[in-house]
């Protein structure tokens, strides 16, 4: 097993804050987005949210690769459909280059 954390923001406004969360409630789960982040090899995904900042934690397979996940996106047209949606609410990090939006975070503590 592999562990990611990765990071993004949500533009600041509260009522878009909220409609963002709930398309990511359980009960509004859409099962072709499900399917696809299993498919690529992720066992495990949780998203916190603190003000509009956005972190995610990915558990995945030992063979788990992003470009393959990026590819299999890309020909996905429920997954480019999700995510233009989605982007109605997320903005890029400050330090994020053109067109990335989730930003890998570099582990630096680990207890023990």
Same mark, same amino acid.
């Given at each position: *097993?592999?562990?990611?954390?990765?990071?993004?923001?949500? !533009?600041?406004?509260?009522?878009?804050?909220?409609?963002? +969360?709930?398309?990511?409630? #359980? @009960?509004?789960?859409?099962?072709?987005?499900?399917?696809?982040?299993?498919?690529?090899?992720?066992?495990? %995904? @949780?998203?916190?949210?603190?003000?509009?900042?956005? #972190?995610?934690? *990915?558990?995945?397979?030992?063979?788990?690769?992003?470009? /393959? /996940?990026?590819? *299999?996106?890309?020909?996905?047209?429920?997954?480019?459909? $999700? @995510?233009?949606? *989605? $982007?109605? #609410?997320?903005?890029?990090?400050?330090?994020? /280059?053109?067109? +990335? !939006? $989730? %930003?890998?975070?570099?582990?630096?503590?680990?207890?023990?």
């Amino acid at each position: *097993m592999r562990k990611y954390c990765l990071a993004l923001d949500l !533009k600041d406004d509260p009522e878009l804050i909220a409609e963002y +969360e709930n398309y990511h409630k #359980f @009960e509004n789960n859409r099962p072709a987005i499900t399917k696809s982040i299993k498919d690529a090899g992720i066992t495990n %995904l @949780e998203i916190y949210r603190v003000g509009n900042r956005l #972190f995610m934690i *990915m558990e995945t397979t030992d063979d788990f690769d992003f470009a /393959k /996940k990026g590819e *299999m996106d890309a020909n996905n047209p429920e997954v480019q459909e $999700w @995510e233009t949606l *989605m $982007w109605k #609410f997320q903005q890029p990090l400050p330090q994020a /280059k053109e067109g +990335e !939006k $989730w %930003l890998l975070m570099d582990k630096i503590y680990q207890l023990g």
